[in-house]
């Protein structure tokens, strides 16, 4: 079965740090896909960036980076130079391709990230 | 456009009302999804709607029965709910139930069971 483990359940930090949310995963399938969501305190998920088992190349979008990493099932998430608008709680989530979860997404807990001024 | 809108944002209910929850979304989408979120803790599956059938229950009790009436609307109907029921309903969307397509989320339905 798939499971998406973020570790980090809060992280604080001061404006123009960088920061860098963790997330590894657990999957039988060969193919998948992963996302970043973003949730404000407004409640509304945001899609951030979605990636597929077969591409391992770093995204790059803005202050925001992604990095994929196979070897260690692990799609961490990096925000450069963070801002106060950047809090927010993130979940990472896997989605399979196979079996009765087709289509389905698993979150991880999420991870609260505060940016102070 | 990726906008889905949910009304209304807050709903108070007790216990022996009946009320509904809507979504709505214009991006042509086929697959419609209702989610349950808790406090600290990340989005629940409840449904899914594939081209207006539905497709996934996820072991839902009867009190959340979903309604998909054309495929840019999507309700959920609540009878006799209980207080551990409150939570934040997501609505999302996404073009069809495939894993690779990203799914659209609304701001939610904060619902509260008196």
């Known amino acids: 079965a798939q499971k998406v483990t973020q570790a980090q359940t809060e992280i604080s930090v001061v404006e123009k740090e960088d920061v860098t949310l963790d997330c590894v995963y657990e999957?039988?399938?060969?193919?998948?896909?992963l996302f970043w969501y973003k949730q404000p305190p407004s409640g509304e998920l945001v899609f951030l960036i979605r990636?597929?088992?077969?591409?391992?190349q770093n995204e790059i979008s803005g202050r925001y980076s992604w990095n994929f990493q196979k070897s260690t099932s692990s799609f961490n998430f990096t925000i450069t130079a963070s801002q106060v608008v950047d809090s927010a709680v993130y979940f990472c989530?896997?989605?399979?391709?196979?079996?009765?979860?087709?289509?389905?997404?698993?979150f991880g807990q999420g991870t609260i990230l505060t940016v102070h001024p | 456009d990726t906008e889905v809108t949910q009304t209304p944002k807050h709903l108070v209910m007790g216990m022996t009302n009946k009320k509904s929850l809507k979504c709505e979304q214009h991006?042509?989408?086929?697959?419609m999804y209702w989610y349950k979120q808790k406090a600290k803790k990340p989005p629940e599956l409840m449904f899914v709607?594939?081209?207006?059938?539905?497709?996934i229950n996820e072991s839902v009790p009867s009190r959340f029965s979903p309604e998909c009436p054309n495929s840019s609307l999507l309700n959920l109907h609540l009878h006799a709910l209980q207080p551990e029921d409150s939570a934040l309903y997501l609505c999302?969307?996404?073009?069809?139930?495939?894993?690779?397509?990203?799914?659209?989320f609304g701001p939610g339905t904060r619902l509260t069971v008196l």
């Open positions: 999302a969307s996404s073009q069809a139930v495939q894993t690779w397509l990203s799914q659209y």
């Open positions: 999957t039988r399938d060969t193919t998948y896909y």
């Open positions: 990636r597929n088992s077969f591409d391992e």
């Open positions: 989530a896997l989605s399979e391709a196979g079996g009765t979860s087709y289509g389905k997404l698993t």
């Open positions: 991006m042509g989408h086929r697959a």
């Open positions: 709607y594939s081209y207006e059938k539905l497709s």
